[in-house]
C-alpha cells in the first residue's frame, strides 16, 4: 500500500480565502492571563472584506483572552480528518450586541447562505446577546495535508 506523502503548499492571500471560503471547522488559538495558549473549536466563515469571522457569547474564555491580547492564531480544518489545513495569525475584535447583529447576518451568509426569516434570525442574536469574533489575517503558513515525508514514502 503507497503511502501518503505530507504536503505544504504556500499561497498567495487570494489563493488563501479560496481556501477558507468553503472550510468552516477551526481551532481558534488566544492566550491565555499565564501566557499559555487557550484553544477552543468553532465554526468559522470569511466575511467580504477578507477577515475571519466567528460568533460567540462575550463571556467566553476566548473573549476575554482577545480582550487582554488581541493576537491570535487559527487553525483552519478540512471537513475530513486527514485533509488539507492551514494555520492562520492575525489580529481579532469583538464587536459586542448591538452592534454584533448585522455582522452575525452576514456570518450566517457566508456560512449557510440566506435564512428563511432575518428578522427572526436578528431577534435570536439581540435575545442570546451574541458577539462576534473579526480576525484580521496578517501571515498564514502553506496549505497542508499529513502523512509521511516524501523520503520514507
Avoid at 498567495?12 to 499559555?36: C, N, S, V
Avoid at 466567528?54 to 476575554?64: D, F, G, L, M, N
Avoid at 459586542?96 to 426569516?117: A, K, N
Wanted: charged share 25%.
Amino acid at each position: 500500500m503507497a503511502r501518503t506523502v505530507a504536503t505544504n503548499t504556500p499561497v498567495g492571500r487570494e489563493e488563501l480565502l479560496e481556501f477558507l471560503r468553503p472550510r468552516h471547522q477551526a481551532i481558534l488559538m488566544t492566550t491565555r492571563k499565564d501566557g499559555r495558549p487557550q484553544a477552543s473549536p468553532n465554526t468559522c466563515g470569511v466575511d467580504t472584506e477578507g477577515r475571519i469571522v466567528i460568533s460567540t457569547y462575550p463571556e467566553r474564555a476566548k473573549v476575554a483572552n482577545i480582550r487582554r491580547d488581541p493576537r491570535v492564531s487559527v487553525c483552519v480544518l478540512s471537513d475530513t480528518f486527514g485533509g488539507a489545513w492551514v494555520q492562520v495569525d492575525g489580529v481579532a475584535e469583538v464587536i459586542d450586541p448591538p452592534d454584533s447583529v448585522e455582522p452575525l447576518v452576514e456570518y450566517f451568509r457566508v456560512i449557510s447562505g440566506e435564512h428563511p426569516d432575518w428578522d427572526e434570525y436578528r431577534q435570536a442574536m439581540r435575545d442570546q446577546g451574541k458577539s462576534l469574533i473579526r480576525v484580521t489575517i496578517e501571515r498564514w503558513g502553506p496549505v497542508a495535508t499529513g502523512g509521511f515525508p516524501a523520503r520514507l514514502a
